[in-house]
Structure formats: C-alpha cells, structure tokens
C-alpha cells in the first residue's frame, strides 16, 4: 500500500509504501533481476538476451502513475492523498561485475544521454513537478542489488530538502541580484583548496560547508538549469568530470568506493530558472577507509550535522588521487 | 554518438525503454584519426 500523509509539524509528505518491504533483497548472483533474460533462462526484468542501457518502471514503487486509494483517511490537520508519481530503474550496463569507474567514456556519455531524455520526458507529465535522478551505491548505503544501476523519482510536488535549496536560492536571488550556487562557486574558486577537478564546463569539489568527510560537489560552472539545456559538449565534459571523480573515490581507499548521489536541477514548474542551477552531490559514508558516518542523535533528531574533518584537507586527499588528469576515454 | 529508443510495455503494464547508440560520422572520423 503506498500513500502520502502530511506533517504538519515539519510541513512535509511522508509516502507509506508497505509493499516494497517484499521487494527482492540481495539475490544470489545467478538470479539477478537486473541481468539480461539468458536463453532457456529465468525471465528477469529485462527479458532480451542483451542490453545496452535500459530504463524501467520499478516493480515496487514508492510514487505510482496509477495510484490506488489511500488506505486510511486523513483528517484537517493530516490530510492523506494518493502517492502519484512515476519511479523508474536505469540500468547502467548489462555487466553484473561491471565497476563503472572502469568503463570508458562513451559508457558515461551514454548515461548521461538517458538521463537527459528521461529528465526531458518525465519532466513533460503535468502530475510532475519535480524528477530526481540518483544512485544509491554500496551496501553500506543500503543497496538491495549489487548490479550497476540507479533510480529516477518523479515527484508530484517539490521535495523537502530541494524546496529548501530552492527557496534560499530564490532569496539569495532576490536580495543580492545573482545566483546562489554561481556565488559560492565563484568563491571556491577563489580560494581553489577546495577544488578536486575541473574542465570547461563542470567543477568538483568539497563545499566548505560540507556535511560528509568526501561529499563532494559537481557545479556546472555556468548558470546551467538541468539536462534539458545539455548539448553534446556538456555532455562530454560531465561525463569527464564524473569518470575522473569516481575513479578518485575507487583509488582512494583501494575499493569500489559507496556513496548517494543526487542529482538536482530545476523543477519541472515555470519560473524557477533564474534560481535553479545545475549540481551533483554526493555523500559518501566513509570517512575514513575503515569508519562510517552514521546520521546519529544531531544529525537525526536535530537536523545540524557533524563533520569530523576539515574539508580543505578531504579536498587535498582526493586532489591527490590518482586519476591527476579528467578521464578523456 | 546518435540515441535510438525503443519503449515496450511489459506484461503487467509497466513502462520500459530500450536505449541504443549509434556512432555518427563525428565519432567515425574521430576514431579514423586516432588509428593513423
């Protein structure tokens, strides 16, 4: 069953989505659901002998495009609705074993391409105001199947924590006359320790505000909105930016390196371009090659994070991960 | 690289994308370039 319920303490959806508690749960090798259907084979969820890259809709999602009935009725103060929405799987290569900080370039800009037509797409549905396209990656970020694969959510309305962004960014706007993310940009630039790598068009680096030990951030270095305004260039240059960081991570520590990545851009609502800029964020759970960051009483029951280290120094370390160079194949 | 792509609805009514790439002729003569 699956539903929204509001909170009216923290002015937020929360989706019920029961069902996914049956949702398959590191399946033995062979019974990958992510793999291509083999000849006499069971049927997985893609049932061609082969694939290059294929996009889904989840069998257990947490939005539906057809929503059922909500379960329980909602009174003034916690209205209930329907979970409206379309949660899609991308699956990054037909290779189980596949590590993607391995494979070349062009598997990237392929990924990349996928991402843009589905941002594009979903982006068009009137019931969607908000598509958010991440990776979960490692087990220790709670990943369900070991196959190289990512999710997209498109959303009925704004999430939280993006809304929040949004709203800081439009007063920013308002108040000093550019943009928020083009300014601290500008900034870190400025002061370069926090800079891992750069090209013409995106820059990667630890925030000085960062909440993880390696949360590192991709900007688009001009006031880019979303995939929508990517051309090939763009997206060669990302695809560069995002072999070269995920490379850093998988030498840093000697192992495929886990983390979220999310990826943010402007809603799919007229108006927000001026304050929306393009940027990825991930937060790894490492913080260093033997100890997680758990989210522990400050950061969950307060919402103020912790950062037990500096991140100019987590920048340095990951500036001096090999690959040096952004990944040109 | 040129995108192709192929949508199927799967048998209980979910959506599915295929997506292929083709090399334009950018790439051909890029790769042409690299093997001299």
């Known amino acids: 069953m699956s539903e929204m319920r509001w909170n009216p303490i923290l002015k937020e959806w929360l989706i019920t989505a029961t069902h996914r508690q049956d949702r398959t749960f590191n399946p033995p090798e062979d019974y990958c659901p992510l793999c291509p259907t083999e000849p006499g084979g069971f049927e997985t969820e893609v049932p061609r002998p082969d694939y290059d890259l294929v996009v889904f809709e989840n069998k257990f999602p947490s939005l539906e495009r057809a929503p059922r009935e909500p379960v329980v009725e909602g009174t003034e103060l916690t209205p209930v609705t329907d979970s409206k929405g379309i949660c899609e799987v991308v699956l990054f290569t037909s290779d189980h074993e596949g590590v993607m900080s391995e494979k070349p370039l062009s598997r990237f800009i392929k990924l990349i391409k996928v991402w843009k037509d589905r941002y594009e797409d979903l982006s068009s549905k009137e019931f969607i105001d908000y598509v958010y396209i991440f990776e979960n990656k490692g087990e220790e970020v709670g990943v369900t199947l070991s196959h190289p694969h990512g999710q997209i959510y498109a959303y009925p309305d704004i999430p939280p924590l993006i809304e929040k962004e949004l709203n800081n960014s439009k007063e920013h706007l308002e108040k000093e006359g550019s943009c928020l993310y083009c300014d601290v940009l500008k900034q870190e630039i400025e002061q370069e320790e926090s800079i891992i790598v750069q090209n013409d068009s995106f820059t990667a680096l630890i925030p000085f505000f960062a909440r993880y030990a390696y949360e590192v951030n991709i900007y688009a270095n001009e006031h880019i909105t979303s995939f929508a305004e990517f051309n090939e260039k763009l997206i060669k240059d990302l695809a560069g930016v995002l072999k070269t960081l995920i490379k850093k991570y998988d030498n840093l520590f000697g192992f495929e390196f886990p983390y979220i990545m999310a990826i943010h851009q402007k809603p799919a609502v007229e108006g927000t371009e001026d304050y929306s800029h393009f940027h990825i964020e991930f937060y790894p759970p490492y913080r260093t090659k033997d100890k997680l960051k758990y989210l522990a009483g400050s950061e969950s029951g307060a919402g103020a994070f912790i950062n037990g280290s500096l991140p100019e120094e987590k920048a340095e370390e990951l500036r001096n991960t090999e690959p040096f160079e952004i990944c040109e194949e | ?36």
């Open chain 2, 1 to 36: 690289m040129k995108m192709k792509k192929e949508e199927v609805k799967k048998d209980d009514g979910r959506l599915m994308y295929y997506y292929t790439f083709e090399e334009d002729e950018e790439d051909k003569s890029k790769k042409k370039e690299e093997n001299k």
